[in-house]
């Protein structure tokens, strides 16, 4: 367990020496770990969490898509992406974009999730450290060896907002439920729960894997506020704010360890961050623990 928190904390300090963010209006950025079926890296066997994030200016409505897949003890996964995100009246930059998975048994895992970022919103600028993600996962049905190869996953997410934003607390939870169907080369996932920032999620995805390992998934998303009026709504627009988000990703290994992918986003929402849109690349590889 030391071995493993270890971990963890050195993939924070090391992305962690960029400024705080400053004088941004509201939190959430498209910062994203690698796509699930970019994680693999020529295996079947590992996949990562999609952490989907409205905008780099109105956080209050989260979606969080993940699978029910677990990485094997002593083994893991790291990323390294950018991402860039726009609106009518904004954008932002996110690179780097750290990820790290490590497996501490065949059942659980912990994942975290750092980028860094630069935006620009109403002439103002700002940059430093986005919003951080630490993500434990415990498979409560195994794929291999539930019915139908059906697999249910539990989520327990820390949700650390960049600094200098307008909330009273920095620190959320997020409690996502992620099933994960396969049937080769077809594999179909998706996650539920509420971030305690005040909004419900659902999101699901579709991925087909062709023979030489190239990957293609699509995604939808579906959010929306309970606590009325929120810094992601504005008078005039539904109360509850709701926001979806559709996605679509390719990814392709380059080795056995490794693999690259890029996806393209659009949000549809009643609020004002209706038609942003965000594009990401980035690596993904495998690796195997003492």
């Not at 009518?88 to 780097?96: E, F």
Request: aromatic content about 8%; hydrophobic content about 45%.
């Amino acid at each position: 367990m030391l071995r493993v928190a270890a971990v963890v904390l050195v993939a924070l300090f090391v992305t962690s020496g960029t400024a705080a963010a400053q004088g941004r209006g509201g939190g959430g950025g498209k910062g994203r770990s690698a796509p699930a079926s970019a994680a693999r890296g020529g295996s079947q066997t590992s996949t990562a969490p999609v952490a989907l994030q409205p905008s780099p200016s109105f956080p209050q409505l989260g979606i969080w898509l993940d699978d029910a897949t677990i990485v094997g003890t002593g083994e893991g996964y790291a990323s390294l992406g950018a991402a860039y995100w726009r609106s009518s009246n904004a954008n932002q930059i996110d690179v780097p974009i750290v990820g790290i998975t490590y497996g501490i048994s065949n059942c659980a895992q912990l994942s975290a999730s750092v980028p860094f970022y630069r935006a620009s919103y109403g002439g103002l600028t700002a940059s430093g450290l986005d919003n951080v993600y630490v993500n434990g996962k415990v498979a409560l049905v195994s794929r291999d060896a539930g019915a139908g190869g059906i697999g249910v996953a539990l989520g327990a997410v820390a949700e650390i907002l960049s600094a200098g934003l307008a909330e009273a607390s920095r620190v959320h939870w997020v409690v996502p439920v992620s099933v994960e169907v396969r049937a080769h080369p077809v594999r179909m996932y998706g996650s539920t729960g509420y971030f305690s920032r005040g909004a419900f999620f659902a999101a699901a995805a579709v991925e087909v894997t062709v023979p030489a390992g190239t990957s293609v998934t699509a995604s939808l998303a579906h959010s929306a506020s309970v606590r009325g009026l929120t810094i992601a709504t504005s008078p005039g627009t539904t109360p509850r704010g709701a926001l979806r988000d559709a996605t679509v990703v390719v990814a392709h290994p380059v080795s056995d360890a490794a693999s690259v992918y890029a996806s393209g986003s659009r949000t549809f929402s009643a609020t004002r961050i209706n038609g942003a849109s965000s594009v990401n690349v980035g690596l993904s590889f495998r690796f195997v623990g003492p």
